[in-house]
């Protein structure tokens, strides 16, 4: 896919995020208001900053997708990273509002009323509809390689895994009366938002810091550099990422008698199967050495 199919698909995906989103957090907010859960409530905020990350992916894509020119000759690609880091701050914002509210509960010891069933079915509905938006997310992220979609998908996840400590605390409240189980929950899932930002902030700064690609990539793009006619070795090969797409600098050597036409056509060779064998790379650029 190009890069502004790639686009078109991510924001297909978010707008789809962004109207599911709000309607989980209006059906979740009901529920714990009317079924008197506080974890429900809470995890209607969850659902509510996946709102706001959704629209974040969408500014970032648009933006990344955008062409180069005088300003940024290299294009905009690392706007995508921002756009990922933007998204890890609203996890690890919500998180931290989770684990607080849980630890003040846990210590306070503090007495809950048992929720309503109405709490419970809004939390069984949430596990499916969010489950079922983070494989559709994911998948798309794979197929666009988009880094800020992958931690949308990632966002998902986490906010059903939310429901399902919501689950178990409601549960636990309405039939064992353990009234301490929901803040419990609520402290752990708190631990596993935070494990998925730092994941998504690793992603975003290696992205942005120039780091290369996979070792199996860059052996693959060896033996496709190698099984060009006239490639008699490879002295060099560098790869780095540049947002979900990257740049490759190659050195080859080739029969140090040949013309400079006959050298070009090599090298160019080598450049054109490249780009077109592998859609994420960005630019190749092939230098010849003689042997």
């Given amino acids: 896919m190009s890069n502004s199919e790639n686009a078109k698909t991510a924001v297909r995906v978010s707008t789809v995020s962004v109207l599911v989103n ?12 009317f079924g008197r859960s506080v974890a429900m409530i809470s995890d209607a905020a969850h659902s509510l900053s996946d709102v706001f990350g959704s629209v974040i992916v969408i500014i970032g894509v648009k933006f990344s997708s955008k062409k ?10 690392k706007m995508e990273c921002l756009a990922s880091l933007a998204l890890a701050a609203i996890l690890i914002f919500t998180g931290g509002i989770i684990a607080y509210e849980g630890l003040v509960d846990v210590i306070t010891g503090k007495e809950k009323s048992a929720p ?7 939390a069984i509905i949430s ?18 390689n988009i880094s800020a979609l992958r931690a949308e998908a990632w966002h998902h996840r986490t906010d059903a895994i939310s429901s399902v400590g919501s689950l178990i605390g409601i549960g636990g409240a309405i039939w064992l009366k353990w009234y301490w189980l929901d803040p419990l929950m609520g402290c752990l899932i708190a631990l596993l938002i935070f494990k998925v930002a730092y994941d998504i902030i690793r992603e975003a700064v290696n992205k942005m810091v120039d780091r290369a690609c996979d070792d199996e990539t860059i052996e693959q793009m060896s033996e496709t550099i190698l099984g060009v006619p006239g490639v008699e070795g490879l002295d060099s090969i560098k790869t780095r990422l540049f947002g979900s797409r990257c740049y490759v600098d190659i050195e080859i050597s080739a029969d140090g008698d040949l013309n400079l036409w006959e050298s070009h056509d090599i090298a160019e060779q080598v450049h054109d199967l490249i780009e077109e064998k592998f859609e994420e790379v960005k630019h190749c650029t092939v230098h010849v050495n003689p042997k």
Avoid: C, N, Q, R
């Avoid at 709000?22 to 208001?33: D, F, R």
């Avoid at 596990?127 to 666009?144: C, D, P, S």
């Fill in 22 to 33: 709000i309607l989980l957090s209006v059906l979740k907010l009901l529920a714990g208001i």
């Fill in 68 to 77: 180069a020119d005088k300003e940024h000759p290299y294009g905009h690609e």
């Fill in 116 to 122: 309503e069933m109405i709490a419970l079915i809004a």
């Fill in 127 to 144: 596990i499916v509809v969010k489950e079922a938006m983070f494989w559709y997310t994911y998948l798309a992220a794979k197929k666009t």
